[in-house]
Structure formats: C-alpha cells, structure tokens
Nanobody, 126 residues
Framework: QVHLVESGGGLVQAGESLRLSCAVS????????VGWFRQTPGKEREFVGA????????NYADAVKGRFAISRDDAKKTVFLQMNNLKPEDTAVYYC???????????????????WGQGTQVTVSS
C-alpha cells in the first residue's frame, strides 16, 4: 500500500501559478505511477497528468498541456504539480494517486489507481 498526502492548494488569481506537492510513502512506492486528478462538485474526477513509475515520462490532459508540469524529488519522495497561467476553470479539488507500474495507455483512467490522497482545494478567481 502507498500513502499519499497532498499540500499546496490555495486561492490565486487567474494567470498566477501554484505548486502542489504529493508526499509518497510506502515500501514499494518506487514502482508506482503517480497521477494527478481533479474534481468539481457534481462532476466526475478527471485526469490532469501523470508521471510514470520510472520517472522517465509524463502525460497530460489536453486542458492543461503547456501550463502544468509534473516532476519529482526522489530524495524527498515527493511528486510536484506545477500549475502556471491558472484559469478559473482549473478550480477544483486536486488529488494525487498511485497505480502500480501503469502502462502509458492506462495512466489517464482513475480505475487503475489503487491509492489516493485526501485532496487539496485550488481556487482560481477571475
């Protein structure tokens, strides 16, 4: 089992940046793909981006491509979601999740992620 804790959410204005952190712990955390998802009230949780388990590749939803970037710090066992040029439509609760050695075609589907963080609220005002 992998334990994840998000932090870094907050209230920002449109055009500003925010960086979310996902602290990952667990004996086999190294072999997990870490994905970011977001959810607004009444809507399905949607894929934002993912970093594959080897750390060699990332995938992003079209809505955030070019604005968001995922990276990780192995020493701190933390995965980051850097969000730039934020828009009001980015307002949501953001979750990080872990899935065991997901293939690239699986990373955007939440059903393949076995462990989830508690979420952190991001609010972007216009």
């Amino acid at each position: 089992q992998v334990h994840l804790v998000e932090s870094g959410g907050g209230l920002v204005q449109a055009g500003e940046s925010l960086r979310l952190s996902c602290a990952v712990s667990g004996r086999t955390a190294t072999y997990y793909t870490v994905g970011w998802f977001r959810q607004t009230p009444g809507k399905e949780r949607e894929f934002v981006g993912a970093l594959n388990w080897s750390g060699s590749g990332t995938n992003y939803a079209d809505a955030v491509k070019g604005r968001f970037a995922i990276s990780r710090d192995d020493a701190k066992k933390t995965v980051f979601l850097q969000m730039n040029n934020l828009k009001p439509e980015d307002t949501a609760v953001y979750y990080c999740a872990a899935g065991f050695r997901l293939r690239v075609e699986m990373v955007s589907a939440k059903k393949y992620y076995s462990d989830w963080g508690q979420g952190t609220q991001v609010t972007v005002s216009s």
